[in-house]
Each structure stands twice: as C-alpha cells, then as structure tokens.
Nanobody, 121 residues
Framework: QVQLVESGGGSVQAGGSLKLSCVYS??????MGWFRQAPGKEREGVAA????????YYADSVKGRFTISHDNAKNTLYLQMNSLKPEDTAMYSC????????????????WGQGTQVTVSS
C-alpha cells in the first residue's frame, strides 16, 4: 500500500521559514517533487529531484528561497522554504514517480494529501 504523508505546514509571517516533510512508503522511485495549489489556481510544480543523479529542479518563483532534499534512509522528502512571501500561500503536496517529461509537471503517479502553508504580510 502506497502512502505519502506530508507535515510541517502552518502559518507564518512574510520573511519566515518552514520545512515540509513527506514520509513515503510502499513505493520505490527516483523521481520526487513538491507541488502547490492555491485557491482558484492550477497546481504548479515547486521543486523536484531525481535521487539517482542527483538533479534538482525549481520553479523560477522559488529559486534561491526553497531547497528540496531527500533522506533515502528515512524515506523522506523535504522542502526547506525560506524568505516566504504571501504569494507562497497554498496547499503543498508531495509526489513520487514521475511519468516522464518535465519533472515540474504534475504528471506523477503517487500523491500525498497535502499540508497547508499560509504566509501573512
């Protein structure tokens, strides 16, 4: 049974930091990513990585502020978010198993339920 469980979301003021975690089980893949969806907007890719290379990919809007990482021993994917902005407010979800193509495209097989991030000005 595949499970992806996110944690670490919350409410912070602009300029603050949060670290999201995604613990996964029942799945083996070298492609993982973080995505977000704000109300009334489409889901967008935030960061992704291939554990085999390792290569990382970031949306332009988060480059230099967010860092994706992975702990293979703990089956955990992380997203360190610094210098948060109100426009970062969204539901953040992790995903495992890209179907190919752009790793920031939400064409992944397995998804978590998400964790809410709210940034106030």
């Amino acid at each position: 049974q595949v499970q992806l469980v996110e944690s670490g979301g919350g409410s912070v003021q602009a300029g603050g930091s949060l670290k999201l975690s995604c613990v996964y089980s029942g799945v083996h893949s070298n492609s993982m990513g973080w995505f977000r969806q704000a109300p009334g907007k489409e889901r967008e890719g935030v960061a992704a990585l291939f554990t085999s290379t390792p290569s990382t990919y970031y949306a332009d809007s988060v480059k230099g502020r967010f860092t994706i990482s992975h702990d293979n021993a703990k089956n955990t994917l992380y997203l360190q978010m610094n210098s948060l902005k109100p426009e970062d407010t969204a539901m953040y979800s992790c995903a495992v198993g890209s179907r190919g193509g752009n790793p920031l495209h939400p064409s992944y097989v397995h998804w978590g339920q998400g964790t809410q991030v709210t940034v106030s000005s």
